[in-house]
């Protein structure tokens, strides 16, 4: 049973930073793609970031692109996402979700499996 949880989130100020991470069990991770999106209130689910392990590939939002870097640890079997000079704008719940497939996608239909979310707020 694939299970996916996410931690870090919290409270930051504008520019600030958060890692968050995406703990991963009941699949390995060089067969799935893994993705982040985020839900604001009263917005539609967005793609944030994805990785491919198996292709070595990553994939950004041109709005979190140059400011956010995600990463799969082999060790711990996560993904984290690492969020630099956070912006108002970026506050939303954070979900990753797991893909059957090494391809990534932009799309939330394309994933099976989410995690319950970690809130983001950045605010002054």
């Known amino acids: 049973q694939v299970q996916l949880v996410e931690s870090g989130g919290g409270l930051v100020q504008p520019g600030g930073s958060l890692r968050l991470s995406c703990a991963a069990s009941g699949l390995t991770l060089d067969y799935y793609a893994i993705g982040w999106f985020r839900q604001a209130p009263g917005k539609e689910r967005e793609g944030v970031s994805c990785?491919?392990?198996?292709?070595?590939?990553?994939y950004y939002a041109d709005s979190v692109k140059g400011r956010f870097t995600i990463s799969r640890d082999k060790t711990k079997n996560t993904v984290d996402l690492q969020m630099n000079d956070l912006k108002p704008e970026d506050t939303a719940v954070y979900y990753c979700?797991?893909?059957?497939?090494?391809?990534?996608?932009?799309?939330?239909?394309?994933?099976?499996?989410w995690g319950q979310g970690t809130q983001v707020t950045v605010s002054s």
């Open positions: 979700a797991s893909r059957s497939y090494y391809y990534c996608s932009e799309s939330g239909v394309d994933y099976a499996n």
């Open positions: 990785i491919s392990s198996r292709l070595g590939t990553t």
